[in-house]
């Protein structure tokens, strides 16, 4: 598609429960890049993917949370045990080309009670 | 010191202004260079790419200040929709061979009717 597609819109979890986001990047993109976004507006860099493979995963906390893109498949980026600092929004973004323009989903904002 | 900085404002001008925001990355290596534009936590739009010899679109101009490695942002005769957030946004290839955007904080526009 034309537009990167990000779901759900909204997610509320209990602390300790499992979230999952999805996102479909454009087709033809090569590149997704996952983002935190939290209250102060700063963008905290997760990890991205070079098609299906982990590009760059340095941003990634990894005893909670994993990423995936698998062929034919949305990317997910999933949190196991979420915590409240968990809260936040999601975006994702689709890069065709590197050092291009990042297009971004409409993100997912989650919330852990 | 912050990869990227900017002043996060907020920039309070009258219609009609013209305002101007800075940008300053710490990476003299830095390839690729972008404002975004986000509204009320939805996601960010590309305003612009930053060029070399500076752009220009519409009441838009952005420069580039590579020796002083800064980056501007000038709009001229501000609209009360151009109240936004505007993100500055770098791109950089990190030593280890991936690839990074970075992201600043943004600054705050509110043009008052």
């Known amino acids: 598609g034309e537009e990167v597609a990000q779901t759900p819109k909204h997610l509320v979890r209990g602390e300790g429960q499992k979230a999952k986001l999805y996102c479909a990047p454009i087709k033809g993109h090569s590149y997704v890049f996952w983002y935190q976004q939290v209250l102060k507006n700063e963008f905290k860099f997760l990890i991205s993917?070079?098609?299906?493979?982990?590009?760059?995963e340095t941003g990634m906390p990894k005893e909670r949370f994993s990423a995936k893109c698998l062929p034919n498949s949305p990317c997910s980026l999933e949190i196991q045990a979420t915590k409240l600092e968990d809260s936040a929004v999601y975006f994702c973004a689709s890069i065709h080309i590197l050092n291009t323009e990042a297009f971004f989903g409409q993100g997912t904002r989650l919330t852990v009670v | 010191r912050k990869e990227v900085e900017q002043d996060p404002g907020p920039f309070n001008v009258p219609e009609g202004a013209t305002v101007a925001f800075n940008c300053t990355y710490s990476?003299?290596?830095?390839?690729?260079f972008f404002w975004y534009r986000q509204d009320c936590r939805k996601e960010p739009k590309l305003l612009m790419s930053?060029?070399?010899s500076g752009n220009e679109d519409g009441r838009f101009t952005a420069q580039l200040n590579r020796a002083s490695q800064y980056i501007s942002l000038l709009i001229r005769d501000s609209k009360l929709s151009d109240s936004a957030t505007y993100l500055c946004v770098v791109s950089d290839t990190i030593s280890s061979g991936t690839y990074k955007y970075i992201f600043g904080t943004g600054t705050r526009l509110k043009v008052l009717a």
């Open positions: 993917f070079q098609n299906e493979n982990v590009f760059d």
């Open positions: 930053v060029y070399s």
């Open positions: 990476n003299s290596a830095s390839q690729s």
